[in-house]
C-alpha cells in the first residue's frame, strides 16, 4: 500500500508564498491522480488541486487558479504545492492524497490514500 508524507507547511503572512511536498512510497504504480485536498475547522474537506501522476491532467479549483500550482518529480516519487499570493481563508490543514482509478478526480471521497496532513496558516 502506497504511503504519502507531506511536508512544508507553516505561519506565514497574507500575500506570501509556501510550497508543501508529497512524497510517495511503497506501490505508486498503480497511482492515477494524485493532488491536494484542505480541510479548515468546522469544515468539509475540499479539492484544491489534483494532477495526473503519468499523464497530462491537471484540475484546479477556482478559489485557487492563478495562486497555486501543482508539479511532480516522478524520479522521486514527488508532488509539489506551489502557493502564492497566500490569503487567510487559505488557512487549512492540507492533505495529499493518491487514487488508483480514472475519474471523480476532485471528490475526496474517492481517493485511496492519504497524508497525514500539513497545517498551513495565513495571517492577515
Known amino acids: 500500500q502506497a504511503q504519502l508524507v507531506e511536508s512544508g507547511g507553516g505561519l506565514v ?25 484542505r480541510q479548515a475547522p468546522g469544515k468539509e474537506r475540499e479539492f484544491v488541486v489534483v494532477m495526473c501522476w503519468r ?21 522521486k516519487n514527488t508532488v509539489y504545492l506551489q502557493m502564492n499570493s497566500l490569503k487567510p481563508e487559505d488557512t487549512a490543514v492540507y492533505y495529499c ?13 474517492r481517493y485511496d490514500y492519504w497524508g497525514q496532513g500539513t497545517q498551513v496558516t495565513v495571517s492577515a
Open 13 to 37: 503572512q497574507a500575500g506570501g508564498s509556501l510550497r508543501l511536498s508529497c512524497a510517495a512510497s511503497g506501490p505508486t504504480f498503480s497511482m492515477y491522480y494524485m493532488g491536494w485536498f
Open 55 to 75: 499523464g497530462d491532467c491537471t484540475y484546479t479549483a477556482d478559489s485557487v487558479k492563478g495562486r497555486f500550482t501543482i508539479s511532480r518529480d516522478n524520479a
Open 97 to 109: 492524497a493518491g487514487r488508483n482509478r480514472f475519474g471523480q478526480a476532485m471528490d475526496f471521497r
